[in-house]
């Protein structure tokens, strides 16, 4: 018999293990995380948060922490390509602000707070929605069979051994996972890229940077590939160049004579009073996961896929895992949904995780490994594209038509089954807000004018079905009434004054009536039970 027993655990508390485990407590669920570090990531690593990840935060209330967190969002992110900080910029990639200027399809803003800040924030909101969170803690084993999932935990301190099970459990352990490892899913993809060593040091350049700006440096110097961007720490900032391990090379060889030498070129410094603090090496990979579920356990964050850090979305990807398999486990744990609704977790990150590494992997070639063979390669999707405007494909989408697209453009948005709810202002008991804040926790009905036998229905199925589902409408009366002051909302979602669209938590469309139907209880009734695998709904 287990000494405890969990409805999830969760192995490993970085992004992608906190990000599910903060979701997870959030609705309600019994959850253990576990990681067999000390503590939260003491690094500046996976700095920047799109707004599709602050949409997310912004629904467990840590949006605005993270965005305290952040540094230079003022003038916003500037990347260069240049041979040196001060030196020649061969392409400036993003020039600030009005570059990727995304508050007309999102409410949310981009962040730019770093790993070492995130972690914590959301530990601590996991802890406070009641999450278990134990470092110094790893897996020794585990087993599963078709009830669940039985693991033997050591205390890494007393060597202490106890057993927990579970319902379900959320491999977040890494990008070299010994959970994948002993599930035996292989990985594909383009492998090891390059060998880096990276460092964290001190030093006063307030003669070169601005300090309203988040300012990335990829560099192509004559002697070294490598990056420089600040931290959100004063006089805090990364430089990592290439090394090659093939040619003999090892970290031992980067002394601090040599790297001081080093950080002083990308600087253009030679007298730079330099004060090395951490020294890493790690290895650049694109690497993908052949399967993200096996049974009751699920694969996310860099266990799932390992991405170059060229574009930023790593992280992003991470917390999206987390919060994905979160709200779908919540439903099944809680009875809302049946457990075929889990197969559109793999159903859906795998292919995105797909698109993530090969824009990742063109963003490298460009700004970092101008050698790399992407010749069979598709076409990269441009980021906003991908972050904002990425097509969900699974059971938990009731398409409208056969299109194969992968993506559409966010500033045009169809309101197609799929596709993330566009953004579109209305107000609410007075206060203006955007649709996108009527998501993150429940399933959503939007309406037109005359969508008042919508709203019955919606209620009169949440109580069947047992359900967490708002309806909210035009030309209503109450506090489920929406003023639409642009009228973009009908347009944006595709629907007509007596038609509907019902939002899933994460703000994806799920399914749509374009047109007023003559009984809208029997057809959402329907829709849902399919949606959430409940054939006896």
């Known amino acids: 018999m287990a000494d405890e027993q969990t409805q999830v655990l969760v192995v490993g508390a970085g992004l992608a293990g906190l990000s599910a485990a903060m979701f997870l407590a959030q609705r309600g669920i019994d959850v253990l995380v576990v990681d067999k570090h000390p503590g939260t990531s003491p690094h500046p690593r996976a700095a920047g948060q799109s707004p599709r990840t602050m949409e997310l935060l912004r629904s467990a209330g840590v949006a605005e922490q993270v965005l305290a967190a952040s540094f230079g969002t003022a003038k916003g992110l500037i990347i260069k390509i240049a041979e040196s900080v001060r030196g020649k910029v061969l392409h400036t990639v993003i020039g600030g602000q009005d570059d990727i200027d995304t508050s007309t399809i999102s409410p949310a803003p981009w962040g730019m707070a770093t790993q070492n800040h995130v972690e914590p924030i959301m530990l601590a909101r996991a802890e406070k929605f009641g999450a278990g969170v134990r470092f110094s803690t790893e897996l020794v084993s585990f087993e599963q069979d078709e009830h669940g999932v039985t693991a033997r935990l050591m205390d890494r301190w007393s060597e202490r051994i106890s057993t927990v099970r579970a319902d379900y459990l959320i491999a977040a352990d890494g990008h070299r996972s010994p959970i994948r490892e002993s599930l035996g899913i292989a990985r594909h993809g383009t492998g090891v890229l390059n060998s880096s060593i990276s460092v964290l040091f001190e030093a006063d350049l307030s003669d070169c940077l601005d300090p309203d700006a988040t300012e990335l440096f990829f560099l192509q110097n004559p002697r070294f590939t490598g990056a420089f961007v600040r931290t959100a720490e004063p006089n805090q900032y990364t430089f990592a160049c290439d090394y090659h391990p093939e040619r003999g090379e090892s970290i031992a060889d980067f002394t601090t004579e040599r790297l001081t030498e080093l950080i002083r070129i990308a600087l253009d410094d030679p007298e730079l009073a330099v004060k090395l603090l951490v020294v890493q090496s790690f290895e650049m990979a694109a690497q993908i996961a052949d399967d993200f579920r096996a049974g009751r356990i699920f694969l996310a964050g860099d266990a799932a896929k390992v991405t170059p850090p060229t574009g930023g979305m790593g992280g992003n990807t991470a917390v999206a895992d987390g919060y994905d398999i ?57 980021q906003v594209t991908l972050i904002l405007g990425y097509r969900h494909n699974s059971v938990a989408v009731i398409a409208e038509d056969a299109d194969s697209a992968v993506a559409e453009n966010p500033y045009q948005p169809s309101g197609r089954p799929g596709y993330r709810a566009p953004h579109v202002p209305v107000t609410r008991d007075g206060a203006d807000l955007s649709t996108v804040d009527l998501f993150g926790t429940d399933w959503v009905l939007l309406t037109g004018e005359e969508g008042g036998g919508w709203q019955e229905a919606a209620r009169h199925v949440a109580a069947v079905l047992g359900i967490p589902l708002r ?67």
């Open 326 to 382: 979160a709200w779908k486990l919540a439903a099944v744990l809680r009875g809302e949904a049946g457990p075929g609704l889990l197969d559109s977790y793999p159903a859906e990150r795998k292919p995105y995780a797909e698109q993530v590494v090969n824009t990742s992997l063109h963003n490298a070639k460009a700004r970092v490994a101008p050698n790399l063979d992407l010749s069979d390669a598709p076409a990269p999707i441009d």
């Open 471 to 537: 309806a909210y409408g035009l030309g209503l009366a109450g506090p489920d009434q929406l003023a639409d002051p642009t009228g973009g909302l009908t347009a944006k979602y595709g629907i007509e004054n007596g038609g509907a669209s019902l939002v899933r938590p994460d703000g994806v469309v799920a399914w749509r009536s374009a047109h007023e139907v003559s009984d809208p209880d029997s057809t959402l009734r329907g829709v849902l039970t399919r949606l959430l695998d409940r054939a006896n709904g």
